[in-house]
């Protein structure tokens, strides 16, 4: 069985503002992708998301978009190396990002990532990409709510 996890938070912002705060580069930018976002999430795109901390754009097959509900991506997959140099291991790792409306108002989402196989190296990277997903989670969170990017300056 391939490694896969789950992470989710509420944030306090209807589901269309918080689904457009990830499908639009401008404000993915402001507070996930560091060094920017290129290209508006649409099923058959390919965009490019750029960390600050993980160096060099990044490739970012859009497989479905379903607006105010479903985002589905595929990336590479890294195993092994360090956060600066991962080691590509050939194959993708697929990203199902859920957009739920709570009865409070606020809005609930799921992010689920797998698809690494069982080996020591993708273990490693499912942990820090899951980290990743927990961080973007916190700093969309604040971002939306408040205005602040929580990642300026933490990483360099």
Known sequence: MAYEFTVSGRIAKPVGEVFEAVA???????????????????TGSTVTWDFHDFPGAFPVEVVEV??????????????????EKPVEAGYKTTVAMTFAPLEDG?????????GW?????????????????????CAMKVYLEHGINLREGFYK
């Open 24 to 42: 639009d580069p401008g404000q993915l930018s402001g507070y996930f992708t560091t060094g920017g976002a290129k290209g508006r999430l649409e």
């Open 66 to 83: 379903k607006p105010n509900e479903r985002i589905v991506l595929r990336w590479d997959a890294a195993e092994g190396g360090t956060p």
């Open 106 to 114: 606020r809005t609930l989402v799921t992010i689920t990532e797998g």
């Open 117 to 137: 196989r069982e080996n020591p190296g993708a273990l490693r990277a499912s942990y820090g990409n899951c980290e990743g997903w927990t961080g973007m989670l």
